[in-house]
C-alpha cells in the first residue's frame, strides 16, 4: 500500500519499512514500543519536574505515607501535567513541521497492510473502550457510586462541566489541525479530515481519570488501582485505532498525551471539591 503524502501542498517521498518489520503483528508490536517509550519519557519529564519543584520549595519531599498513596495526579504535584503536555506539544510540532514522526506514521500505516473490512472484532471493541457510549456508561456508574457514597453533588457537577471541556477541546483541535485520516490514503492538513488528535484516546485518557476520581476515595487502594488503568487502558485503545488504520500513530499519541493533561488537572480540581464539601 501507498500512503501519498504532502506539506504545504508539494508531494514528499513515500517512506517504508524493511519487509522483516512489516505486517499487522510487527507493526503493533511497533506502536505499542512506542508507547512504552511515550510512557518512560512522561516519567522521567515528571522526575526531572519535581525535582524542580523540591529544589524550589513548592513541594515538600515525599514521606512514607505519600509514597504509599501515590496516583498519576498526586505523585508530583504538577509535573505530570506538565509533561503530558510537553509530549503533545512535540508531536503536534513535528506533525506541522513534517518531521520524523510523521514520516514515520506514514512508513507504519504503508506496513500495516490493506484495511480490515470488516474490521476484525477484537481490535474494533479494543477501539470501542474509547468510544461515546462506553464512556457515557462508565462515567454514569462512577456517578452513582459517588452519590451513593454520599460525597456531595458539587463534584459531580465539576466533573460533567469537565466532560464539555474535553469534547470542546477534541472537537477544536480537531477542526483546526484538519488531518486527514490513514484509511484516505494520504496525509493532508487543513483538509477537512478529523484525524488529529485521536478522540477515541483522548477522551479514553480524560474520561477514565475523572470517572475514577469520582468512583473511589483519595489515597484508598481503589483509587490508586483505577488511577493507574486508566492511562494504560487508554493506551490500549489507541494502540487499536492504530491498527485498525483509524488513526495515524501519532494521532493516537498526542491523543494519548493530551487526555491525561485534561484528565490530571480535572482531577485535581475535582479532589479539592471533594475535600471542601
Given at each position: 500500500m501507498s500512503v501519498a503524502a504532502t506539506r504545504m501542498g508539494a508531494p514528499t517521498p513515500a517512506v517504508s519499512l524493511p519487509d522483516h518489520l512489516t505486517g499487522p503483528v510487527v507493526v503493533t508490536v511497533w506502536v505499542g514500543a512506542l508507547f512504552a517509550l511515550a510512557a518512560v519519557g512522561l516519567a522521567v519529564l515528571a522526575a526531572f519536574l519535581r525535582r524542580g519543584e523540591q529544589s524550589s520549595g513548592r513541594?515538600?519531599?515525599?514521606?512514607?505515607?505519600?509514597?504509599?498513596?501515590?496516583?498519576?495526579?498526586?505523585?508530583?504535584?504538577?509535573?505530570?501535567?506538565?509533561?503530558?503536555?510537553?509530549?503533545f506539544a512535540v508531536v503536534t510540532v513535528d506533525l506541522a513541521a513534517d518531521g520524523p514522526l510523521r514520516h514515520w506514521d506514514r512508513a507504519v500505516i504503508a506496513a500495516t497492510g490493506p484495511v480490515m473490512s470488516p474490521p476484525d472484532v477484537l481490535w474494533q471493541t479494543l477501539a470501542d473502550g474509547g468510544s461515546p457510549p462506553t464512556l457515557a456508561a462508565v462515567l454514569i456508574a462512577a456517578i452513582g457510586i459517588h452519590l451513593v457514597g454520599r460525597r456531595g453533588t458539587r463534584p459531580a457537577v465539576l466533573a460533567a462541566g469537565w466532560?464539555?471541556?474535553?469534547?470542546?477541546?477534541i472537537w477544536s483541535a480537531k477542526t483546526v489541525i484538519g488531518r486527514t485520516p490513514p484509511w484516505s490514503r494520504v496525509d493532508l492538513l487543513h483538509s477537512g479530515g478529523m484525524s488529529y488528535p485521536s478522540g477515541h484516546s483522548t477522551s479514553a485518557a480524560a474520561l477514565l481519570l475523572i470517572a475514577a476520581t469520582l468512583a473511589t476515595s483519595p489515597g484508598s487502594r481503589a483509587d490508586r488501582i483505577v488511577s493507574w488503568s486508566a492511562p494504560v487502558l487508554a493506551a490500549v485503545v489507541a494502540i487499536a485505532t492504530v491498527r485498525l488504520q483509524y488513526h495515524w500513530p501519532s494521532d493516537a499519541i498526542a491523543g494519548w498525551a493530551l487526555g491525561?493533561?485534561?484528565?490530571l488537572v480535572a482531577r485535581r480540581s475535582i479532589r479539592r471539591t471533594t475535600r471542601s464539601v
Open positions: 513541594l515538600a519531599p515525599a514521606t512514607n505515607q505519600s509514597a504509599q498513596t501515590m496516583t498519576p495526579a498526586s505523585m508530583c504535584g504538577w509535573a505530570p501535567i506538565v509533561a503530558s503536555g510537553i509530549i466532560v464539555v471541556v474535553v469534547a470542546a477541546t491525561l493533561t485534561l484528565g
